[in-house]
């Protein structure tokens, strides 16, 4: 039960499932240990979100080049295309694991988006805080407890009074709420256009659109003593058949979203697609002064101030489960605007917003995984998992020194849910760190709950494939 630690592999010849990162183990199990490679010199990503703006980004910045097939004809077509979007972590009263996650990953979203803008490369976005309003009793009562507890720092998250709400919204209020003062709000697509072309500028992204990936498939490695008669087609780890023909791909990184979750390999994840839409509102003099993002059951934005959605509100969203149409109906935008009457009833009231005053409505589909946590890392092996810790259905805390078996050159990063804007930053890092070898951002722990095996780990332990 030892794991090998061979060194024996050259560069560009990555032979993963026998090297393993510097996590000290100490008395966990090697289903946490995460493949070392190489620092390849060429990374694919399927992808056109944000996911794969910041993996892009990141990855340019270590000087790896990287190719972006997209299948949209431009960038920030699925998820990442509406107007607005709130950047703000998911916080419970507890350090749970969610919350130290997205903590961590608000920060760095906000330091590397402000670091994008420092460049040059901007995009529409305000840091005016989000109030997330206590609009019925039993959340007045919860936020209460929440700010008695105090787990998180008042930088983060504060509870605030009716008053106070007001006139940091600069609009009349009924209620106070838990303020974060560092939250905002961004136009997604422009600031994926905008990462995209600092790391355009670079001089080491290429850009593919218009291409459908339809499957991938391994392509099987040749050993090096014949690598004189091999093509560079054989060479390469990943055919990538598309409706451009056929793109070879040393490391493939999937970063679809949930457009992508039943193409192969990626569909033994349990990703679920949960659709939603937002409903664009125009401004009026009841409402334009809006200077903070608020968050009820569904959220209100304040007034864009880009030249394409100029007096521009957004309200929602939608949550449906089982529906893949990103068709925006008329029902969907009442729910929407009935959910901020019920919510805010005197301020929806006041701002009388009528079925006229939709500009626009976008239904999308957002990427999810069971524990609301993304997942980022190599894509796992599940038979040899299964294979390789079978006594773990007996005991779960059964040490393996093993480590992890992977599908070899493939990496996902995917399952952004509704927090996109916050997470993806954070888990570009890690990506950058499984490819580089630069130290990882967060500890063990995270990183296990990060990884994409946690679920195969968890259906052995549950004996879900004893039955
Ligand atoms: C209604 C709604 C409201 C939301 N509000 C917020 C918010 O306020 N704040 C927040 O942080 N998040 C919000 N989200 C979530 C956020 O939008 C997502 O988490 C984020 O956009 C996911 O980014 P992504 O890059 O993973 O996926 P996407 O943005 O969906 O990108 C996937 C890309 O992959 C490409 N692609 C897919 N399949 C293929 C293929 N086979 N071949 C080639 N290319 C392919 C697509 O063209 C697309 O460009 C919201 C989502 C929805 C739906």
């Avoid at 008395?27 to 010199?41: F, N």
């Avoid at 091999?230 to 390469?236: A, G, Q, S």
Wanted: hydrophobic share 35%.
């Amino acid at each position: 039960m030892n794991n090998k630690r061979k060194s024996s592999f050259k560069p560009d010849d990555t032979t993963y499932s026998e090297q393993f990162n510097d996590i000290n183990l100490g008395s966990e199990s090697g289903y946490k240990l995460r493949p070392k490679i190489v620092k390849p010199q060429h990374v694919s990503i399927i992808g056109g979100g944000i996911a794969s703006a910041c993996a892009a980004y990141a990855l340019t910045k270590q000087g790896i080049k990287v190719t972006l097939y997209c299948k949209d004809s431009s960038l920030a077509q699925g998820a990442s295309s509406n107007a607005i979007g709130a950047l703000y972590p998911l916080l419970h009263q507890q350090e749970d694991d969610i919350s130290l996650f997205y903590q961590q990953a608000f920060w760095r979203a906000k330091a590397l988006y402000t670091e994008v803008s420092q460049q040059g490369f901007d995009f529409p976005h305000s840091w005016c805080g989000l109030l997330e309003i206590a609009y019925k009793e039993s959340l007045e009562k919860r936020q209460e407890k929440f700010a008695k507890l105090a787990t998180w720092p008042a930088t983060l998250i504060h509870k605030i009074n009716a008053k106070q709400a007001s006139k940091i919204a600069n609009i009349t209020l009924n209620n106070g709420g838990l303020f974060m003062p560092n939250a905002g709000w961004i136009s997604p697509p422009l600031l994926v256009k905008q990462m995209i072309n600092a790391a355009k500028a670079t001089g080491k992204l290429t850009v593919k659109t218009n291409v459908l990936v339809n499957k991938i498939e391994q392509v099987q490695a040749i050993k090096e003593q014949t690598s004189n008669d091999i093509t560079k087609k054989e060479k390469n780890h990943w055919r990538l058949l598309t409706n451009k023909g056929d793109f070879y791909a040393r490391v493939l990184v999937v970063c679809g979203g949930a457009e992508v979750i039943n193409i192969d390999f990626i569909k033994q994840l349990p990703f679920t697609s949960v659709q939603g839409q937002i409903t664009s509102m125009k401004t009026n003099s009841k409402i334009n002064a809006l200077s903070t993002v608020i968050c009820h059951k569904g959220y209100l934005t304040p007034s864009s101030s880009t030249s394409q959605h100029q007096g521009i509100h957004c309200i929602g969203a939608t949550f449906k489960k089982n529906n893949t149409s990103t068709i925006a109906t008329k029902a969907d935008d009442e729910f929407n605007l009935n959910m901020l009457s019920s919510c805010l009833p005197e301020l929806a009231k006041k701002i009388n917003w009528t079925e006229q005053d939709i500009s626009a409505s976008k239904a999308r589909l957002r990427c999810m995984t069971p524990d609301h946590i993304p997942m980022v890392g190599a894509m796992p092996d599940i038979q040899k998992h299964i294979k390789t810790y079978p006594h773990l259905a007996k005991d779960k805390n059964w040490k393996y020194n093993q480590a992890a078996p992977v599908i070899n050159n493939l990496y996902v990063m995917m399952g952004f849910g509704a927090r996109g804007l916050c997470s993806a930053p954070l888990a570009a890092d890690i990506l950058t760190a499984d490819l580089c070898g630069t130290p990882y951002p967060v500890n063990k722990e995270m990183l296990f709950n990060l990884s994409p095996n946690r679920f195969v780990i968890r259906d052995i332990i549950r004996r879900k494939y004893n039955k």
